[in-house]
């Protein structure tokens, strides 16, 4: 030892390791315009396919005529339902256990509705192809209002279903019903409504909207005749799943089909799931013997791709007199468009909506979910929150706010009255879930004291005395939420994609200078994985994250995973990384001891190597190991150090979080101004703050774009009305509010880190505050629940209904 | 469809190629020149995904024909690097002050956020946010990509970067 040496803060620093705010190494690339994007892709003889759409909502199609695009200047073939049928690909199955038609079969059941394909030299005499097809088309009556879809008068859309009185969730009441979900104890929950002392009924919508990254779906397909191979490159959240539902749609031997999902420009839960234009790429490249490039423009995507929500939650809260919640009861009625295209675990066709009763000990709840079909596009995509975690806190939220109001209580005040205790975890909730660790009250009352909740409470009082003297037209609202989600999809006791279990894995390989790559079942949008998942292995085997090279998205190279969607690449894969450095370290722990000449028990871990107990000055480096195990392992190991790991987690994880909106409104233009907003987060063990505060900037920023304005909306004919960034709200830097972020740490106990994933939770928390907000500056003037998006419009529309403008 | 000649100086090296007269600028130069940095997102202008620098102004090269982009000089996020290969103030500020997470706004971000300083070397939070709200991120929120910025401006003024307080 000696001035020189490095201090053991030096040695952690240096690995840069869990905790610290590493900076992203994505970004060397990305700043200079080198990512590679999969329309970046560019192979030899490529062609471009794309798709001929359907103006009718609802309509047959009586017939489809490409003599004439055929003969257009660079078009080489128009792909139909017909073409597809020959390889038994016209419709193809759901995540959901529905199919859905890969091109108009007969009948066209929402707009935009992919017909045919055209296939040509390059994207300019695609477009010239698809406006020389003919269609004729005979417009049947559309079903747009979702309550009206199990009228005995609707008109029936999927005519592959008719008659069927059984679908993949159970029974069927309705040619246009998809399923009925119902948890939680009806008749317990039907007596706590019977002697309630105090109950609360509200109708609470969350409208339909779309995840929107701002790179849209897109894939190159490339099929090699003679080797029989498919090769996809595709916007994908999830290669994996891609590479084994081609296999069994497509019946290719799985070996031949290789995924590849290179840098992806967001995804939000939009690219989880296998779309019309991977089908038809695919069968085009089968058929012309070229590669194939399919790129989705914005107005396809928002109006064909999988839209997010749209479910409408009637909510009723049972309670006593001062405060205390005894029953929830939920009935959701969930508009699933054309084709049942969600997303979710298979076994779960509400997702996980039973977390409804959210962050509060409810002693019993019903719940109900109706899924209908409407001629809208298909979808029910998590967009930034675990499957349908982000309605149903919005549910459990928004009506808690309604019962303070009945019973002049202080939102904040009935919240921590009825929150689940410390004590109580791990916690049994009422629909089913068992929750792994919490502390409501403490991030609560941080939340109330760094923002001074009381004071602001006071000022609204006297704002609104203000109002009512006349002095001011501008009303104060307070939007508090406490959510708790659930993520890390999932146990395979209750979680799996087409009969897949939602495990997901790591491969990690040292080489012998101390350097090593790790591959992942996970795919990065944008999370920054090849940043953090560096730092869990630099801390776990003490080799810096600047030696660990992080590789996702190769199916022939990465084991298999079930990707990256619903906030579980570090609840499940970031526990697969510290399970395979484990097994790595135990390995290099028989090695060391090999080396130093003791029992391996002697020794002991310390940053960067192993030390021999009592004998500090005897040690070997984790680099030094390296370098042994490929030329001097004990005598019966066999050489090199690697590992795998698969990792099958025991339970979900549940994240919570505090957040607080203080917003103004004048009345008379419904103009808002966000004055703050704070949100205090727990995602347990953080593993890299700067990249966990990016993450809650950003799925707030979402939240509010959600909740002030950003719909996908219909008209009463089945016409998208939102199709383009003109009308869908896009909020630029203008418009964004300041984010303060915040932090309690209740580790998981469950996880090898103690990590419970954060990704989703600002989007999930942030709905809720932002319309508890709104809802909160209308409610003195008598308003129980207005629906979102809160538009200056509609605020302003509140604001004459409820009398305050003339 | 006849193909029309143009020539045009891109990050100062002089181009030529074929192209429709309807060739969007944004197809020209991902596709002819094989530059793929500068990105497409929305096709409507909207997004800013796609913006360039061209004769000192930002452009949106979505909504531009190729041909009207004759004998001009461009600047893409290809350009933006300091002449050694380092990264210039504005792709450091971005990867120091976390302005980006997926990517795929970036290059269309720095290219105006370039433009920007130029014409306002020390702007306010207010007129970045202003100056680049024809810019959408769907990842960061922006306060992120403020700070980026605002590393930028003290790093070409040679002032030391205070971060603002939360």
């Known amino acids: 030892m000696n001035d020189l040496t490095p201090t053991r803060e030096q040695r952690t620093a240096a690995l840069e390791g869990m905790g610290c705010k590493r900076k992203r190494v994505e970004d060397i690339r990305f700043t200079q315009g080198k990512g590679n994007y999969v329309d970046d892709v560019k192979l030899p003889g490529m062609l471009h396919g794309d798709f001929v759409r359907s103006p009718h909502p609802h309509a047959r199609v009586k017939k489809i005529d490409d003599s004439a695009a055929l003969k257009v200047p ?236 749209d479910y409408h939650m009637t909510t009723e809260i049972a309670a006593t007199k001062d405060g205390k919640v005894t ?40 719940l109900a979910v109706d899924g209908v079909y409407t001629n809208k596009a298909p979808g029910g995509v998590a967009y930034r929150c675990s499957f349908r975690v982000t309605e149903a806190a919005y549910c459990i939220e928004r009506a808690m706010d309604i019962l303070a109001q009945k019973l002049n209580m202080d939102p904040a005040e009935l919240r921590l009255k009825n929150f689940i205790k410390p004590e109580q975890f791990p916690y049994h909730s009422a629909l089913g879930w068992e929750y792994d660790s919490g502390d409501y009250h403490t991030a609560m009352r941080k939340m109330m004291e760094t923002t001074g909740y009381a004071a602001l409470r006071k000022e609204q009082a006297e704002k609104r005395a203000a109002f009512a003297r006349g002095e001011t037209r501008e009303i104060m609202g307070l939007g508090v939420s406490f959510f708790t989600e659930i993520v890390g999809a999932g146990p395979s006791k209750n979680c799996d994609i087409l009969g897949i279990a939602m495990f997901d894995s790591c491969e990690i390989r040292m080489h012998p200078t101390g350097a090593g790559i790790a591959r992942m079942g996970t795919k990065s949008q944008g999370q920054g994985h090849e940043t953090t998942w560096a730092q869990i292995i630099a801390t776990e085997i003490g080799i810096p994250a600047d030696n660990i090279m ?140 700067m990249i966990i505060e990016g993450q809650v900037h950003g ?95 509609r605020n302003w529309k509140a604001a004459k209904d409820l009398g305050a403008v003339a | 469809m006849a193909k029309t000649h143009v020539t045009m100086k891109v990050n100062g090296a002089e181009v030529e190629g074929l192209v429709e007269p309807r060739t969007l600028l944004v197809h020209f130069i991902r596709e002819n020149l094989q530059m793929t940095g500068t990105h497409i997102g929305c096709e409507t202008t909207h997004c800013g995904a796609c913006t360039v620098d061209i004769d000192g102004m930002s452009v949106k090269s979505c909504t531009m024909f190729a041909v009207q982009a004759q004998g001009s000089d461009i600047t893409t996020v290809e350009g933006m690097a300091n002449a050694d290969g380092t990264l210039s103030a504005l792709q450091e500020g971005f990867r120091m002050m976390h302005g980006l997470q997926c990517g795929f706004c970036t290059p269309g971000m720095i290219v105006r956020a370039h433009r920007l300083l130029k014409e306002n070397p020390s702007p306010s939070e207010q007129e970045i946010r202003m100056g680049i709200s024809g810019n959408i991120c769907r990842c960061t929120g922006y306060q992120n990509i403020v700070k980026a910025i605002q590393y930028a401006a003290a790093k070409i003024n040679g002032v030391e970067f205070r971060e603002a307080a939360e």
């Open chain 1, 699 to 793: 799925g707030l920023t979402e939240a509010f774009a959600i909740a002030m304005g950003q719909e996908i909306r219909y008209d009463d004919v089945g016409n998208v009305v939102t199709g383009s960034f003109m009308d869908f709200f896009m909020p630029t830097a203008v418009e964004t509010p300041h984010w303060e972020t915040d932090f309690t740490v209740t580790p998981s106990p469950h996880h090898p880190i103690g990590a419970k994933g954060v990704g989703e939770s600002p989007n999930v928390g942030g709905v809720p505050a932002f319309s508890n907000a709104v809802n909160d500056a209308f409610s003195f003037l008598g308003s129980t629940h207005i629906q979102m998006p809160h538009d200056f419009w």
């Open chain 1, 327 to 366: 029953g929830l009861r939920v009935h959701v009625l969930a508009d699933h468009g054309a084709f049942d295209a969600c997303a979710d675990p298979s076994k779960w066709p509400a997702g996980f909506f039973n977390i409804v009763t959210g962050s509060y000990d409810f002693p019993t709840a019903h």
């Open chain 1, 550 to 689: 992080v590789e996702e998205g190769n199916t022939d190279t990465a084991p298999y995973g079930l990707g990256t969607y619903g906030s579980r690449s570090t609840p499940v894969a970031g526990a697969a990384i510290a399970m395979a450095a484990r097994k790595i370290k135990a390995k290099a722990q028989m090695i060391a001891a090999y080396k130093l000449e003791v029992h391996e028990d002697d020794l002991e871990f310390d940053i960067d190597g192993f030390r021999v107990k009592g004998l500090p000055e005897k040690f070997m480096s984790m680099k030094d190991i390296c370098w042994a195990a490929y030329n001097s392992v004990p005598p019966g190991m066999e050489p090199g150090l690697e590992a795998v790991s698969y990792y099958d987690p025991p339970n979900m994880t549940y994240p919570f979080g505090a957040y607080l909106c203080v917003m103004d409104i004048d009345v008379d233009t419904g103009v808002y101004k966000v004055r703050r907003f704070y949100a205090l987060d727990d995602c347990g063990t953080r593993i890299n703050p």
């Open chain 1, 74 to 309: 660079g078009v080489l073939a128009v792909i139909t339902a017909e073409t597809l049928k020959t390889v038994n690909l016209a419709w193809m199955p759901t995540l959901a256990g529905d199919v859905q038609m890969v091109l108009a079969d007969g009948k066209v059941l929402f707009q935009n509705q992919e017909v045919a394909f055209v296939v040509a030299t390059d994207r300019y005499a695609a477009d010239d192809g698809i406006n020389a097809v003919i269609v004729e088309y005979e417009p049947l009556p559309p079903l747009v209002d979702p309550f009206k879809s199990m009228d005995k008068d609707a008109p029936v859309l999927r005519e592959d279903l008719v008659g069927k009185t059984t679908g993949a969730h159970g029974p069927r009441k309705h040619d246009n019903h998809i399923f009925e979900w119902t948890v939680g104890d009806k008749e317990l929950t039907d007596a706590a409504f019977n002697k309630a002392e105090v109950k609360i009924k509200e109708m609470i919508s969350y409208h339909r909207t779309h995840p929107s990254p701002l790179e849209t779906c897109q894939c190159v397909c490339s099929f090699d005749k003679i080797k029989g191979e498919l090769t996809i490159y595709g916007t994908f959240q999830a290669p994996h799943v891609i590479r084994t539902v081609v296999a069994l749609i497509a019946k290719l031997p799985e070996q031949k089909i290789h995924v590849i999902a290179p840098d992806i420009g967001g995804g939000f839960g939009n690219k989880v799931g296998a779309y019309p234009g991977y089908i038809c790429a695919a069968v085009a490249s089968i058929v012309t013997g070229k590669p194939v490039k399919w790129v989705e423009d914005r107005i396809e995507n928002l109006t064909a791709t999988s839209f997010a929500r």
